[in-house]
């Protein structure tokens, strides 16, 4: 997530403004503003256990041989009710808090994140944030992007989708998000942190016009891989963002995984709660809101 005043997301509305998050492809086509929310988060929390099911089949990747393929919905069965208790608070922290305090008891629920704010990097005091989720029903999130510019290279040529040519992006992409959940996964477990209840990070980030492409195919692809890689290694996956920047980016992808909303009003954090505020077909299992100087999380 991109840094807010708790370390939160940078959230998107719909109102005047171009979006750089998006490439200047896309942004041309855009009247956003772009503002930074505290809470804006990543994973979820709860005052209860997660359960312990089996995770779907992983997302099939796209066809090596294809050069843009949009990734079919994730094949798994409806997420089903929330497993977490109704009403829990919590707090969400990341890379942001390394070296500032952290929220204090009583919490129900603690979500960490794993990366600095992009794929392929690792939050620097992640162990002792570990320590601190231990104390509220801990889980994680990842920062999810599309592949940066250049050629091909170890993160993206390789993967289950074989591979990939410069010229087949969407392949590229799908292993991309893959080989980063991969990495993730990895740097979670050396630095302490356990649980398999995992959600994917997938915002605007204004200041960077690399994190997504104009393509939504191919940002689809990059989310739909990194899925695949947290359910090939026992995660139980959702996503974090809001109905209106998981559209700008991903278009109409439909993973049907539980959702995490950004941007909730602090006042009321349930507000949110309703199937008008999710996206790619899933349910709404939590809210973010500001809550002081953290991103706080709320269970509905």
Known sequence: MAAGAGGGLAVVSNQGGLLGGLGQGLGSLLNGAVKTMTGAGGSTGG??????????????PPSSAVVESPPRAVSQAPAGPNPYRAFSRG??????????PYPPQPF????????????????????SQARWAAQGAPSSYMNVNAPPPGPPNSHDQNGPAGKCSAANPACLAYNYGYNAAVYSVSYANASGVQGHR???????????????????????????????????????????????????????????????????????????????????????????????????????
């Open 198 to 300: 995992w959600w994917l990070d997938v915002e605007l980030v204004s200041s960077d016009d690399t994190y997504w492409t104009s393509n939504q195919s191919v940002n689809a692809s990059a989310i739909a891989g990194a899925i695949a890689g947290l359910q090939a290694r026992g995660m139980n996956v959702g996503i974090y963002s809001t109905s209106y920047q998981f559209r700008l980016i991903a278009g109409g992808f439909s993973p049907r995984l539980p959702v995490w909303v950004g941007g909730a009003p602090s006042s009321n954090p349930g507000s949110e709660c309703g199937p008008s505020f999710g996206f790619g077909g899933g349910p709404v299992w939590f809210t973010q809101f500001g809550a002081g100087a953290f991103d706080g999380d709320y269970s509905c």
């Open 108 to 127: 129900n629920m603690a979500i960490i994140g794993i990366n600095d704010g992009r794929s392929f990097t690792g939050n620097p005091c992640l162990s």
């Open 47 to 60: 005052g209860g256990s997660a359960a312990n099911n089996p995770p779907p089949a992983p997302h099939s």
């Open 91 to 100: 707090y969400d922290i990341s890379w942001p808090q390394c070296g500032s």
